[in-house]
RNA sequence: GGUCCCAUCGUCUAGUGGUCUAGGACAUUGGCCUCUCACGCCAGCAACACGGGUUCGAACCCCGUUGGGAUCACCA
């Protein structure tokens, strides 16, 4: 049984579970890593649940036992955790219920609407070529439809479509779209070595899971006709459809590798954050007024179906970078700090957590898009051998700095509290004795103490770095100037 | 190619017959703020694909054209 593989999630114990209550589901193949389009498609089926008090499930499609991984089902699942979507049952793995399927096959069988089929590949390819010589589409021509086969070694289960007529499917964001049963053939819901084909093992595990909504990319719209028939032979009431548009590339064509990142673990390393990448996902389709910023109880409280959009959307990397930003300006320090010091530490910076971090963090949280761009300017903080950058060395080390330095070095030591305040008055008490602006006087002491034009604001740096380190390096820049001069 | 879907600024979108000389956001341009970079603020550029209808009136309804996308497996 399956018992084993089920991971119930306690946390949503208010779920209602009388039946005309909201089941979604989430059903990758997996064949590689969670990629934003399906991260998309999870999020709707999750945020509906969630708004409706529902339930969402996780249900792996590994029916293709060539193509699906272990490492695939792992990077989805991480996935999925990373982005904070979380699945109230399963994740459920279609390879152990084959039973199931072959039950309904035989359902199927028995009331005469499925029938075995022994045709070869040659034969069935040779069909095709004629129907396309007819001027018509490739289909199957029904060979075996009505011989009443038995079952056999190496033969398939095909459905049996009606020559004639229409289905229709009434789909919450497409609306009203009939398909001619011409178009469609007798296709296989089982393969020859006992396997279910994706568009059978969907709807039973979506009846016997009693999933009611089904949520997906319109990439789906054109296999729903073979669904719904399959519902009907089955005498199984019909979920409610959203098909959402799907999200392209800059080109418009579909999303893929050349257009950049793609799996949700490449935003993870970019710095983005979870809640960010989330905000975006949605609002690609979706729509709440002119709201562009959303946190996730927002979402959940706010999102809706009819809200869908009828277009495709394209992926746009700069947007989401501006999201990450609010999202980081939004965030708690602590929650930054957290998730600061792996990334320090993995650039060699010794970072804890403490109230030096925190402040660090300050300074730099309203200047980053990126948890990586922070992490870099959060550099010099941690090392004392600043490294100064060619062109801040050609405008700010100059000789006449260098009395300036000197000035200041010698207000420094008068210092009782290092404090912004403190080192305000510091600064202006040269800029007075001088006569010079105070950018003349900041610029080469940013640049002495991180190495750079540009940083979070002088009085805040020196603060945070404290009265030694801070003199230390204007004192080492200062010989550093006269050394090069 | 058949079938199906789609069409508002470069991009995401608001808009559901009159309040649209079309609003917001990202990007972009100029300015303010200022110790630098940001943040923030102000201002600017920029769209109803085209052609027919319906209507007193159309971005919104209908038809066609064009363009784009999806799909036609013993993949999902």
């Known amino acids: 049984m399956v018992a084993t593989m089920i991971k119930v999630h306690h946390n949503h114990e208010k779920v209602n579970l009388m039946s005309d209550s909201i089941i979604t589901r989430f059903p990758p193949s997996p064949t590689g890593y969670l990629h934003v389009g399906g991260a998309r498609t999870a999020l709707f089926n999750w945020l509906y649940a969630r708004h409706m008090n529902g339930k969402f499930i996780l249900r792996i499609e590994d029916t293709d036992t060539k193509r699906s991984t272990q490492e695939s089902v792992d990077a989805i699942l991480q996935g999925l955790e990373w982005l904070g979507i979380e699945w109230d049952e399963g994740p459920y793995f279609q390879s152990e219920r084959i039973d199931i399927y072959k039950s309904y096959v035989q359902k199927l069988i028995d009331t005469g609407h499925a029938y075995y089929c022994t045709c070869s590949e040659q034969e069935i390819e040779d069909m095709r070529q004629e129907a396309v010589k007819a001027g018509k589409n490739p289909k199957y021509n029904g060979k075996c439809r009505e011989k009443g086969l038995p079952k056999t070694d190496n033969a398939v289960v095909r459905f049996k479509v009606p020559y004639t007529g229409t289905t229709v499917l009434n789909d919450v964001v497409k609306k009203h779209i009939v398909f001619q049963h011409t178009e469609l053939d007798d296709f296989i819901i089982q393969r020859s070595d006992g396997m279910p084909t994706y568009n059978f093992a969907v709807i039973v595990d979506d009846i016997t899971m009693h999933v009611n909504t089904v949520i997906r990319g319109d990439d789906h719209v054109s296999n729903t006709p073979k669904q719904i028939l399959l519902y009907n032979a089955l005498n199984e009431p019909l979920p409610t459809y959203a098909h959402v548009p799907m999200v392209l590339g800059k080109d418009k064509t579909r999303l893929s590798k050349r257009h950049g990142a793609m799996s949700v673990t490449e935003f993870k390393d970019m710095g983005i954050l979870p ?17 562009e910023f959303f946190t996730k109880q927002e979402l959940i409280e706010k999102f809706s179906l009819k809200n869908i959009g009828s277009a495709a959307g394209i992926f746009d990397h700069q947007k989401l970078i501006a999201l990450n930003a609010a999202h980081i300006q939004a965030s708690d320090i602590s929650y930054l700090c957290r998730l600061m010091i792996p990334l320090l530490n993995q650039i060699g910076c010794n970072a804890e957590q403490g109230t030096f971090l925190e402040k660090v963090i300050f300074t730099l949280q309203k200047r980053s898009k990126t948890l990586i761009e922070m992490a870099d300017n959060a550099r010099f903080y941690y090392t004392d051998a ?64 991180t190495g750079k034009t540009a940083s979070p604001g002088i009085f805040e740096i020196i603060e945070i770095l404290g009265q030694d380190k801070a003199m230390s390096r204007i004192e080492k820049a200062i010989m550093y100037i006269n050394e090069h001069h």
């Open 386 to 449: 600043v490294v100064y950058e060619d062109q801040a060395i050609q405008k700010c080390f100059t000789p006449a700095s260098t009395p300036l330095m000197a000035a200041l070095l010698e207000q420094l030591k008068q210092i009782s509290e290092f404090n912004e305040k403190n080192l305000e008055s510091a600064f202006h008490r040269v800029v007075e004795q001088t006569g010079v602006k105070m950018n003349q006087i900041a610029q080469p002491i940013r640049v002495a103490l």
């Open 275 to 291: 809640e960010a990448l989330v905000n975006y996902l949605v609002r690609l389709g979706w729509s709440h007024g002119d709201q």
